[in-house]
């Protein structure tokens, strides 16, 4: 079948629990699923960058700099993009429950 590119987009500051120890966690979500997971470079000050295009389902009023940060790609057969993502938010959901305000 043939690969597509999904955009999952998750705020930046749960990547680092969804990814795991060294990475533990997506690399045995990418083996399993067969799908490559691409989060994005660590947001730095200063670093907007104009030419990445607006995530599906972003509002293009939110600040470029608020959402190009959070969008993780996966690459893969379409089905399993899909079981992927749904993991990763419903990782980032049980984060949520982990942060103390």
């Given at each position: 079948?043939?690969?597509?590119?999904?955009?999952?987009?998750?705020?930046?500051?749960?990547?680092?629990?969804?990814?795991?120890?060294?990475?533990?966690?997506?690399?045995?979500?990418?083996?399993?699923?067969?799908?490559?997971?691409?989060?994005?470079?660590?947001?730095?000050?200063?670093?907007?960058?104009?030419?990445?295009?607006?995530?599906?389902?972003?509002?293009?009023?939110?600040?470029?700099?608020?959402?190009?940060?959070?969008?993780?790609?996966?690459?893969?057969?379409?089905?399993?993009?899909?079981?992927?993502?749904a993991i990763l938010k419903?990782?980032?959901?049980?984060?949520?429950?982990k942060v103390r305000l």
């Amino acid at each position: 079948e043939a690969q597509v590119s999904m955009k999952c987009v998750i705020p930046q500051r749960y990547h680092r629990q969804l990814m795991g120890l060294r990475g533990s966690r997506v690399q045995q979500l990418s083996r399993e699923h067969a799908v490559e997971i691409k989060f994005p470079d660590r947001a730095s000050s200063g670093s907007a960058s104009a030419e990445l295009p607006i995530p599906e389902g972003t509002d293009p009023g939110k600040e470029k700099e608020d959402w190009k940060c959070d969008t993780i790609i996966l690459t893969g057969r379409e089905e399993n993009c899909k079981t992927v993502e749904a993991i990763l938010k419903v990782g980032e959901f049980q984060s949520v429950g982990k942060v103390r305000l």
